[in-house]
């Protein structure tokens, strides 16, 4: 079994191509792309931590989770909403953070980087986490393609990691 990181997938939200500069030319091909690039390194019997902001819009969207290899955990990202929702369309787990150790390192997973400013756009408080009081590596998403990296805060997202999840030992190695 293999553990896998991602987020900010926003499997249905055709401006988020246009936005982020991805390479789709409309939302079908994206949906399409991503679920390919996830089932080609994710099998059954992996874990993928999604770190927030699976799908945008009707209940279709979030039912692409079906389509997904793996067993999935949902760090919740400002756009996804529906507990109920979210379990019936197969997310194994949801939490609004998480603390986990992978390959000796301890991990802090949540949506939104904790020195990201308040007053940014989209800065959901009920998402405002406090982190405990020792960590290795925060991993994050909701910032899209603005940084990989910045000390030991990870960004996850999908676009800046190939559109596809990826392990810890290859975020730690990947150019900043």
Not at 52 to 60: A, H, I, P, T, V
Not at 96 to 103: A, H, T
Request: charged fraction near 25%; proline fraction near 5%.
């Amino acid at each position: 079994m293999t553990i896998f990181f991602t987020s900010d997938l926003h499997f249905g939200h055709e401006n988020i191509i246009k936005y982020c500069n991805r390479p789709f030319s409309n939302v079908q091909e994206m949906n399409k792309g991503l679920i390919d690039n996830w089932n080609s390194v994710v099998i059954p019997e992996d874990t993928v931590y999604l770190l927030g902001d699976f799908s945008m819009g009707g209940k279709e969207n979030v039912f692409l989770r079906k389509n997904l290899n793996g067993k999935v955990i949902l760090i919740k990202g400002n756009h996804d909403k529906k507990d109920s929702l979210l379990k019936e369309a197969g997310f194994d787990e949801i939490y609004r953070r998480l603390e986990i150790e992978v390959d000796g390192y301890k991990l802090f997973l949540a949506h939104i980087p904790l020195h990201l400013d308040p007053g940014e756009r989209w800065y959901p408080s009920e998402l405002k986490v406090s982190p405990p009081d020792h960590f290795d590596y925060f991993l994050c998403g909701h910032v899209h393609e603005k940084w990989k990296r910045q000390g030991n805060t990870i960004n996850v997202g999908v676009d800046v990691s190939g559109f596809k999840p990826l392990t810890l030992a290859q975020l730690l190695v990947r150019d900043i």
